[in-house]
């Protein structure tokens, strides 16, 4: 296509697609900005902080979840510790393995035993997301920008591997393919709601802007063990996912009851009670990664815990419990039988201020002598080897890591790219997010600063509009949702209507 084709082609479609100013949507969502920084500030063990007690007010805290339900809880406790004896040897020995996969030409049928094993584990492979060669562009346009914009943060700054990119145009190009659209509407229709009328619709996805990883052979300082994002005390608080009661079957005695999957309890649910570089402040169904590189295990690959509801069981009860005897070295990973029988923890009458790995602001964190039931040595799993255009998804309170080093020959590239609903909180960090794309800042959830404002070859909104279709304007919040399309329930034509209000459309 000519230079002057594509020029009256931007020219029809900023025309048609009425893109917003930004003007027109600053202020509709509010977000308080986060200071400068990288990827080191969001955890605990990358800035240097020591896990330790919280303020004294989490040990009433601690109390109020559990009072009147001691003995429910205890025995739902050693119920969990005896179904982790079952699954820990079969991950251990399964390995890689134990990860579902489908290619992305199946998605439209998925087997039952993708069905189940995802929804059992909480992580999936979907191969051929992207072309193989677009994938590879995508790395090659990234380098690119990087070059041109040396002024661009990252982590560690003497041999970056993390990267302070939230608006190149790889980046940009991804978030909106049409295949990748596809992916995480498959992913999101494993979630259900109890209320039909709910106001979220996992047909249309939001974007959720997120960091680049370009990560060399050798590196060893982006050494992030295992984590959970999306908050850290707040899965505690009354007024963070508790005000969704999202785990409340696990608070009352009765883990098996909690389903992972429900999507209506999240949605009032606030992650960033803290503003801090280490929270999402949007519902992501499925957290994921699209590879641009060759890679598998050893290789600066991901780790992934395939427990799911056991794990977020787990990690949740295990600050209300405490050894009767405690192990000969408490800083260890690995522990005797004896140490983690259930007859050798009891239940604290008198709860402590401990949320073992959580801190306000930063990203809760997991590790063996914090968690010694999870056997994490043996349960963090390596994802199998992947190829460029590859996506790797996670349930959203899945335990995930990097390797410790990579040990790999060549570059393990990725761009985070996860799935979101449309809901109103969702819709209301769109605004936001729309709002800092267009004047080229850090995506609101991250650190901020000047982000790529000067840099060289940002894209702009009418560069979204000649890359994508429809859906993919929709999802960066740059046109309006068709509330009139057919088969939508009226809780979907409910959010697509109130969606288009908070994101300006309607007044």
């Known amino acids: 296509m000519s230079a002057l084709c594509m020029l009256r082609r931007l020219q029809v479609l900023r025309h048609t697609t009425r893109l917003p100013s930004p003007q027109s949507v600053r202020g509709v969502a509010t977000v308080l900005p986060k200071k400068e920084g990288d990827i080191s500030d969001a955890f605990a063990s990358l ?31 050693e119920r969990l510790l005896a179904s982790l004896r079952e699954e820990v040897p079969l991950i251990a020995e399964a390995g890689p393995r134990i990860i579902p996969e489908i290619d992305f030409k199946d998605i439209d049928n998925p087997s039952e035993h993708f069905n189940h094993e995802y929804r059992k584990r909480g992580v999936a492979i979907i191969r051929g997301a992207i072309p193989e060669d677009e994938a590879l562009q995508l790395k090659e346009g990234l380098r690119t920008y990087i070059r041109q914009n040396p002024q661009t943060k990252a982590f560690p700054p003497e041999n970056p591997q993390v990267f302070e990119l939230y608006w190149s145009p790889s980046q940009v190009r991804a978030r909106s393919h049409p295949n990748l659209l596809k992916t995480q509407q498959f ?72 389903d992972p999957w429900e999507s209506s309890c999240r949605l009032p649910v606030i992650s960033d009670m803290y503003n801090g ?24 690959t991901l780790l992934v815990n395939p427990l799911l509801s056991r794990a977020t069981a787990y990690f949740l009860l295990r600050p209300f419990f405490s050894p009767v005897k405690a192990a000969a070295d408490p800083s260890a990973d690995v522990f005797s039988s004896d140490f983690l029988a259930s007859n050798n923890w009891r239940l ?47 349930h959203c309170d899945t335990i995930h890591a990097v390797d410790s080093i990579h040990a790999g020959k060549s ?26 794309f267009l004047k080229g800042l850090p995506a609101p959830d991250f650190p901020g600063g000047v982000g790529e404002s000067q840099h060289i070859g940002r894209p702009q909104a009418e560069d979204v509009a000649a890359m994508t279709n429809d859906l993919g304007l929709q999802s960066f919040g740059l046109k309006a949702w068709d509330s009139t399309e057919p088969g939508l329930t009226p809780g979907q034509q409910e959010i697509l209507n109130r969606s288009n209000k908070i994101l300006g459309f309607y007044a």
């Not at 240097?48 to 601690?62: M, N, S, V, W």
């Not at 979840?65 to 739902?76: C, T």
């Not at 990560?215 to 508790?242: M, Q, V």
């Not at 968690?371 to 992947?386: A, D, F, I, K, S």
């Open 187 to 258: 992913l999101m229709s494993y979630w259900h709601s109890k209320d039909p009328h709910a106001l979220v619709s996992a047909d249309h996805p939001t974007v959720y802007a997120d960091r680049v990883r370009m990560r060399s052979p050798g590196d060893n300082k982006f050494a992030l063990g295992p984590h959970i994002d999306g908050g850290g005390p707040e899965r505690w608080e009354p007024e963070g996912y508790g005000r969704g009661k999202v785990y409340e079957k696990i608070w009352q005695g009765e883990w098996e009851q909690y």
């Open 411 to 436: 570059d393990s590239s990725v761009l985070y790219i996860p799935s979101c609903p449309l809901t109103e909180l969702n819709a209301q960090g769109l605004a936001d997010l729309r709002d800092n």
């Open 47 to 77: 800035s240097g902080l020591q896990f330790q007690p919280l303020e004294t007010r989490f040990a009433d805290l601690k109390a109020q979840l559990i009072h009147g339900k001691h003995e429910k809880v205890y025995a739902s406790w």
């Open 277 to 300: 570089n280490g929270s999402c402040s949007m519902f992501r169904m499925a957290q994921g990664w699209l590879s641009m590189s060759e890679t598998g295990p050893f290789e600066g």
């Open 348 to 394: 604290d009458h008198q709860p402590n201020s401990w949320l073992h790995g959580a801190s306000p602001g930063l990203g809760q964190e997991l590790r063996g002598f914090l968690h010694p039931h999870l056997e994490l040595h043996r349960t963090m799993t390596h994802v199998p080897t992947v190829r460029p255009g590859d996506y790797v998804a996670w």
